[in-house]
């Protein structure tokens, strides 16, 4: 595996509140992402890093921040959490043209 | 037109059966093409990937058919254990598409006694 991890991997928090969440990988892969996945909708990409403080807007972008001071750690924020972004959340590492590995998932709730 | 389009499924097979996914890319400028599978609340794990030439690994064979953007996943003497959702990834370069993957919504399997 590569070695990939996330925190928290439960969440459940309070609508309007800041939620952060951690990716840390350990393969030194340059390119990162940040991933939701809802009933219906599938896997679809938030916001991706291909370098360190080098970070691009993924399909479903709005509502959400992303951070990479480092290579091993990707940081999604949750400025005000709605409703809406209830949801599982995956991160992924990898290189172009090859698979990217998943972390375990974040079961994030708002209520 | 959705970039990856599968068919959802489901599928119910007993075991020992052949079963066949199908899906298609709409971006004729992919390059890297993938099947995951992915077991309930858990995270998509690669399976194999998919060359122009076709593979097999054990009972799972992929194919290619670049002319008409199609990817096929092949799954012989079907086990309880191949029970999931599996995933049809496709892997665009150039542009603003480079180094990201797009997933199909994923066809469900689920094989029975």
Sequence with gaps: DAGITQSP???????????????????????????RQDPGHGLRLIHYSYGVKDTDKGEVSDGYSVSRSKTEDFLLTLESATSSQTS????????????QHFGDGTRLSIL | RKEVEQDPGPFNVPEGATVAFNCTYSNSASQSFFWYRQDCRKEPKLLMSVYSSGNEDGRFTAQLNRASQYISLLIRDSKLSDSATYLCVVNSVGGTSYGKLTFGQGTILTVHP
């Design chain 1, 9 to 35: 991997r439960h969440k459940v928090t309070e609508t309007g509140t800041p939620v952060t969440l951690r990716c840390h990988q350990t393969e030194n892969h340059r390119y990162m992402y940040w991933y």
């Design chain 1, 88 to 99: 599982v959340y995956f991160c992924a590492s990898g290189r172009p043209e090859q698979p």
